[in-house]
């Protein structure tokens, strides 16, 4: 697995790509949107695609938007249709199945949605999904209902239109603290209007820190530029959380961009989801986490896969989450772990299973490797009476 970490970027087919790429192209984040791909014709230019994967994409057609960056589909193993990359971003015949209990929005949005944009669950603060625009679409979002539903349900005409409301709502709640940005990926705006909706929340006295949700550090990190970072580094506090799921996306490129936004006063955090066939196993999920310490980016959340419409076939159980997390937990430092939750109608439940059990004796402990001690004394309930 570390192998393929330090390969070059390109390495999947390097002659179809860098001998007709020029390097400007390549480094430019608009050559790549210009050149997504979106049809079996482009995607046979980069991955071998089996039938299955065919008719895929035939079947999402109509049903869910469906579009890669060439420096994605880079990334992907041409002959190998288990490829972690490729199955995060190649439509599966598991999206047009129907699992019991699956719900196009098992999270609430729709529920908590306040004005256009602003989704407002928390009583300190809120998310603004700004886009329904993304550079790859993400065969697991979350938020399929309305990133890769074709039909445009969640804006309808209104998507890019005035920001006038959401930010009264945000300004007559002064209780809101924390804006968090996301969508889609709030950087498909252009850098202009992304100022323009940055400074808007910056005017608001109320809100103490600005959050971006974005997947283009692992999507196309070229679109991390230097102006982007120096503009967003105008109306700090400032911080960014982006979403690594396996170590093949961990390259010199995504590094780079997680350096810039670094430079810049960005914290850049991580929230990876559990995904079947993708990390659900100790040591992918070991290997991610402390590659993601050594290019500087902070896990922050595991979210355990939820049950949305087309996505259920991506699903683990939950007691498969407690093994990747007791294979984390002690083994690699403490701020290398995420906390692993579960995100429903009530919240993002954190799930960890107890790591201690009260005795007569004081707190039975276990430790990683599964040895135990008690620790009686100030584990213990105690009262001035018991002082000596
Ligand atoms: C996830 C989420 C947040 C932010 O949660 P944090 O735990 O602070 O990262 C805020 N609002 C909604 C609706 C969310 O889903
Ligand atoms: S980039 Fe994020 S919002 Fe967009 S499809 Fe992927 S997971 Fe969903």
């Known amino acids: 697995m570390s192998d393929t970490l330090r390969e070059p970027v390109t390495a999947a087919r390097p002659e179809l790509i860098r001998p007709r790429v020029p390097e400007t192209d390549w480094d430019d984040w608009r050559w790549h949107m210009r050149r997504r791909i979106t049809n079996v014709e482009k995607a046979g230019r980069w991955i071998n695609l089996t039938a299955d994967e065919e008719a895929?994409?035939?079947?999402?057609?109509?049903?869910?938007?469906?579009?890669?960056?060439?420096?994605y589909a880079s990334l992907m193993d041409p002959d190998d249709p288990a490829?972690?990359?490729?199955?995060?971003?190649?439509?599966?015949?598991?999206?047009?199945?129907?699992?019991?209990?699956?719900?196009?929005?098992?999270?609430?949005?729709?529920?908590?949605?306040?004005?256009?944009?602003?989704?407002?669950?928390?009583?300190?603060?809120?998310?603004?999904?700004?886009?329904e625009a993304c550079p790859v679409y993400c065969r697991h979002c979350t938020r399929k209902f309305h990133t890769t539903d074709v039909d445009g349900t969640y804006f309808r005409d209104d998507e890019g239109g005035s920001f006038d409301e959401d930010l009264r709502y945000i300004a007559d709640h002064p209780e809101i603290r924390d804006v968090l940005l996301t969508g889609g990926d709030p950087l498909s705006y252009q850098d202009g209007k992304l100022e323009e909706i940055v400074a808007g929340l910056r005017a608001i006295p109320s809100v103490e820190i600005i959050r971006i949700g974005s997947r283009f550090p692992v999507l196309l990190p070229q679109r991390i530029t230097e102006d982007l970072c120096s503009m967003l580094a105008r109306y700090h506090p400032v911080w960014l959380n982006t979403h690594f799921n396996h170590p093949k996306e961990i390259t010199p490129e995504s590094a780079a961009a997680v350096d810039r936004l670094l430079r810049h006063g960005i914290p850049v955090g991580n929230q990876t989801v559990l995904l079947r066939g993708?990390?659900?196993?100790?040591?992918?999920?070991?290997?991610?986490?402390?590659?993601?310490?050594?290019?500087?980016?902070?896990?922050?959340?595991?979210?355990?896969?939820?049950?949305?419409?087309?996505?259920?076939?991506?699903?683990?159980?939950?007691?498969?989450?407690?093994?990747?997390?007791?294979?984390?937990?002690?083994?690699?430092?403490?701020?290398?772990?995420?906390?692993?939750?579960?995100?429903?109608?009530?919240?993002?439940?954190?799930?960890?299973?107890?790591?201690?059990?009260?005795?007569?004796?004081?707190?039975?402990?276990?430790?990683?490797?599964?040895?135990?001690?008690?620790?009686?004394?100030?584990?213990?309930?105690?009262?001035?009476?018991?002082?000596?």
Not at 99 to 127: L, Q, S
């Open 56 to 71: 895929a994409i035939a079947g999402v057609a109509g049903k869910y938007r469906w579009s890669v960056t060439p420096y």
């Open 83 to 131: 490829c972690p990359v490729r199955l995060q971003a190649v439509p599966a015949l598991g999206e047009l199945m129907e699992f019991p209990g699956a719900e196009v929005d098992p999270v609430g949005d729709t529920y908590y949605r306040k004005t256009n944009r602003v989704v407002h669950k928390y009583p300190d603060r809120v998310i603004m999904l700004i886009t």
């Open 278 to 388: 993708i990390n659900d196993d100790v040591a992918t999920m070991r290997t991610l986490m402390t590659e993601l310490l050594r290019i500087r980016v902070r896990p922050y959340y595991l979210y355990h896969c939820d049950n949305v419409t087309g996505v259920s076939h991506f699903m683990t159980t939950v007691e498969k989450g407690w093994e990747i997390m007791d294979g984390l937990q002690g083994h690699i430092t403490g701020f290398g772990v995420p906390q692993y939750v579960l995100t429903t109608r009530i919240g993002k439940i954190p799930i960890a299973q107890p790591s201690f059990t009260r005795t007569p004796d004081g707190l039975l402990l276990r430790n990683y490797r599964g040895q135990e001690m008690v620790v009686g004394g100030a584990a213990q309930p105690i009262t001035e009476s018991d002082a000596r």
